[in-house]
């Protein structure tokens, strides 16, 4: 396991540090994830259609994406830990809000401001994770970060599949009100700020407009931004289609609906426990190509079922498992490339990456229901699209070529 350098580090161990920066990177996907299987009891509570309910998820994704612009920079300036303090409270407000929601605007509204605040994790995690390690050990420092957040979609979606048939739906955000607390306490009580003085940059727009320009010119940045943009994205149309497919179409129990969710996450942690350990070796580029040569491959054969119906439910479960479990291999080894272009200002490269990622996530989950969905096909063709844009994007803007 990666060692922290002893003067910038927290007060934790390197084990329990990566344990509650991954707690706090998951409080994201624990917010999409948790309520999936509730939104045809959300939909049928506040009296909307399923493809209604499911625009709470781009909602949700379209906050988080403004929100990182500006965290970055902030994270840059003024430190890692207040930034994070900040949002986890901002978090927790909000899911008092959508707790307290009685119609789909007002939900609305409070999933971007939740999701506002739940970008900052994310944001500063890959930042505070840059000042601690260098490149390789970065990528096997993001890793078992990333081994740790995959818990979060694994057991979300189980939980809150039982919370939607026993209780009421409201209950998964006062669970996720006093689980951001929790980490918000822990945060402040045992967290020590990384970010040397002499690299703090300062807050000015001039400035900071300058460095986001610095990231969106760089040809090479670019590609490595992209590429993990449209990998995730292919999850965002999952998401955002999902309930759909599995629960009205083919009738999967909501109770379910979290296991079959679960059977992505634990090839995404096996095949990110797998980089953690050969990434020194090998190399973050190569373990990088690797994974954009299964996405695409994943996404055809997903076309091909959800058109042809070859194979029923598990003809679209199998390969999405094959695509979703190979997303946090092309997103950790993608970053270690776009943070070896900017090691000064990680949080505003950071910051760009996240809001690209989630904002072209929230376009794809908007065009995913864009019309009321009557097949797979619409998810299967947004999934496989991301997929082919990911790989394209590497090869065409990074400068590598395969070997």
Same mark, same amino acid.
């Given at each position: ?8 580090? %927290? ?57 990182? #612009? ?26 008092? *809000?959508?707790?307290? !929601? ?7 509204? &409070?999933?971007? #401001? ?7 994790? %994310? ?22 970060? @990333? ?5 979060? +979609? ?7 599949? &039982?919370?939607? $048939? ?54 090479? !940045?670019?590609? &490595? ?7 995730? %994205? ?8 999902? +309930?759909?497919?599995?629960?009205? &179409? ?25 980089? %953690? ?47 979703? *479990? ?7 080894? $993608? ?15 950071? $910051?760009?990456? /996240? ?17 009321? +969905?009557?097949? +797979?096909?619409?998810?299967? @063709? ?6 082919? /844009? ?14």
């Amino acid at each position: 396991m990666p060692q922290t350098a002893p003067t910038r580090a %927290s007060a934790l161990s390197p084990r329990f540090l990566f344990i509650l920066l991954g707690a706090l990177a998951g409080l994201t996907p624990l917010a999409v994830d948790m309520y999936l299987p509730a939104i045809p009891a959300i939909a049928r509570d506040l009296a909307t259609s399923i493809d209604g309910a499911q625009l709470t998820i781009s909602a949700f994704l379209g906050g988080f994406a403004i929100g990182q #612009l500006f965290y970055g920079p902030l994270a840059d300036s003024y430190g890692r830990k207040p930034v994070i303090l900040a949002g986890l409270i901002m978090f927790a407000i909000a899911s008092v *809000g959508c707790a307290m !929601a009685d119609s789909l605007p007002e939900l609305l509204a &409070y999933r971007m #401001l939740q999701a506002a605040g739940g970008a900052a994790g %994310s944001v500063v995690v890959n930042a505070l994770l840059r000042d601690l390690f260098e490149k390789d050990a970065f990528s096997r420092a993001m890793s078992f970060v @990333i081994l740790v957040m995959t818990l979060a +979609p694994l057991v979300a979606p189980v939980v809150g599949g &039982y919370i939607s $048939a026993h209780a009421d739906w409201r209950v998964i955000f006062w669970l996720l009100v006093g689980i951001s607390l929790l980490i918000c306490l822990v945060m402040q009580w045992k967290i020590e700020e990384t970010l040397k003085p002499e690299h703090r940059q300062p807050l000015k727009i001039g400035q900071i407009l300058k460095n986001y320009w610095g990231v969106l010119s760089h040809r090479g !940045a670019m590609g &490595y931004v992209l590429c993990g943009s449209l990998s995730s %994205s292919g999850m965002f149309a999952f998401l955002s289609g999902s +309930p759909y497919v599995y629960i009205e &179409y083919f009738k999967v129990p909501t109770e379910h609906y979290g296991w079959l969710f679960g059977l992505n996450i634990l090839l995404m942690m096996v095949v990110t426990f797998v980089n %953690s350990r050969l990434v020194k070796g090998v190399g973050a580029e190569r373990m990088l190509q690797y994974g954009l040569l299964v996405l695409p491959c994943a996404g055809a054969l997903l076309v091909y079922n959800a058109w042809s119906e070859t194979g029923g439910l598990w003809g679209i479960v199998i390969p999405v498992v094959l695509f979703v *479990g190979h997303i946090s291999l092309v997103g950790a080894n $993608a970053m270690t490339g776009l943070m070896g272009h900017f090691p000064q200002s990680a949080g505003t490269a950071s $910051a760009l990456a /996240g809001t690209l990622r989630f904002g072209i996530g929230a376009l794809v989950g908007i065009l995913v229901n864009l019309n009321p +969905p009557h097949s +797979p096909l619409p998810m299967a @063709i947004a999934i496989a699209c991301c997929g082919v /844009g990911s790989a394209l994007s590497y090869w065409l803007l990074t400068g590598h070529k395969a070997h």
